[in-house]
């Protein structure tokens, strides 16, 4: 069944057990994955990580596992991501089989709502599907209130249009973020706090942005001195890994469809004229610069490279920022020798 924006979170909080399979696609991957977090947590479940590649192999295996009762006891969640059209046949037998002991998550991506994986799920009232998308305006206020309340958080529309601007609308750094804060003041589920301007000015996303924007820009300027001198001043708990690499693809995100304009016969004069205010005065140079140094191919490698790297630093307990390094350096290289 098709799960609504209004009734996601109250069918993650308050699990059905009739439910099988829990399908989080859509642009907004970190709204995904807080989605299936909630509802491990509901259910005072561990995760249990299962590939799509090991899936298509053996389509029993899905609803084997998910009928498996753990070693230790309690409820386990499968977990897939990404989840890709290999496992459309294993859902199948999933919803097919006997119920299971355990809920399967599925996390996957941008999928178009024709996606025969898409119509599974919402064909079947053993399975939830939600199409998450980045909020904008008062639902990405309201998606800032929701997540700092579970840190114990008392946030404010003002101070959660901020965080939520700085932030770039995303959740998975607005939660970074919010948990930040609310050890600074120390606040708690058990003792909630009400979270003003003041501390978002000396911690706050914003104050580090520029800095993880400047990372990526060195990276892909081919600046690879300077990069290394910055990368060895990023603390050393690797906290900062994903918002770096977040950083990188915004960027990419922003000279991919430039470039390709470019190859098409535009002048580089006019792609930079229709940035408009949307490019920061201080880094029209640098972008320009950029779209003459990178192809449109190799653009699409680095963000592909991109998107692996920050699938692996999420499901690092601590993100490594030796990874996140060498893969800077990586690109720092290549555009070198571009």
């Not at 209004?6 to 696609?25: A, I, M, N, T």
């Not at 300077?226 to 770096?244: F, H, M, Y």
């Not at 004069?269 to 920061?280: E, N, Y």
């Not at 449109?296 to 999420?314: F, H, M, Q, Y």
């Amino acid at each position: 069944m098709k799960a609504s924006k209004q009734s996601v979170g109250r069918s993650v909080e308050q699990p059905d057990p009739k439910v099988r399979l829990y399908l989080f696609y859509g642009p907004d991957e970190a709204q995904s994955r807080a989605l299936a977090t909630r509802l491990m947590e509901a259910m005072g479940a561990t995760k249990f990580q299962m590939s799509a590649s090991s899936i298509k192999s053996d389509t029993a295996s899905l609803a084997d596992e998910a009928s498996a009762i753990s070693l230790f006891g309690g409820k386990r969640v499968i977990w897939i991501e990404p989840a890709t059209k290999d496992i459309e046949a294993a859902v199948c037998a999933l919803l097919e089989a006997p119920a299971p002991e355990n809920p399967v998550v599925a996390i996957a991506g941008a999928l178009p709502r024709t996606s025969p994986l898409v119509k599974i799920a919402e064909a079947s009232p053993s399975s939830l599907a939600f199409a998450a998308y980045p909020p904008e305006g008062q639902d990405a206020e309201r998606m800032v209130i929701d997540v700092g309340r579970r840190f114990g958080l008392k946030i404010s529309s003002p101070v959660a249009a901020r965080l939520a601007d700085s932030a770039d609308n995303d959740q998975a750094i607005v939660a970074q973020e919010l948990q930040k804060l609310a050890l600074y003041i120390d606040a708690s589920p058990q003792a909630p706090k009400e979270l003003d301007h003041g501390p978002i000015d000396e911690l706050g996303a914003e104050n580090s942005e520029g800095s993880f924007q400047q990372l990526a820009d060195l990276a892909l300027a081919g600046e690879i001195e300077e990069l290394t001198e910055k990368l060895v001043r990023l603390p050393s708990g690797g906290s900062d890994s994903i918002p770096v690499v977040r950083s990188l693809q915004r960027r990419l995100l922003m000279l991919a469809p430039a470039r390709a304009r470019i190859e098409r016969g535009d002048r580089i004069d006019a792609v930079m004229t229709s940035f408009g205010k949307s490019l920061f005065w201080k880094d029209k140079s640098k972008v320009q610069r950029m779209l003459t140094k990178w192809s449109a191919e190799d653009l699409a490698t680095v963000a592909d490279r991109a998107g692996r790297l920050e699938r692996s630093l999420i499901f690092t307990p601590v993100p490594d920022r030796e990874a996140l390094g060498e893969e800077l350096l990586a690109i720092a290289r290549k555009a070198r020798s571009l």
